[in-house]
């Protein structure tokens, strides 16, 4: 259970990074959804924190 929990966690701060990258490639939020399997509404949250 341990490790399911511990590969699920870096798999989604990998994702986390590979969309904060885009974003500031300018790739659209939609396509980087997509592409990482992140939710918009993720991708869109760290959108704004990069616009911050």
């Given at each position: 259970?341990?490790?399911l929990r511990l590969r699920y966690n870096c798999q989604l701060l990998k994702a986390i990074e590979s969309a904060t990258e885009l974003l500031k490639e300018n790739v659209t939020p939609e396509v980087i959804a997509k592409?990482?399997?992140l939710p918009l509404?993720?991708?869109l949250e760290l959108q704004k924190q990069i616009t911050a």
């Open positions: 259970m341990y490790q592409c990482v399997k509404e993720k991708v």
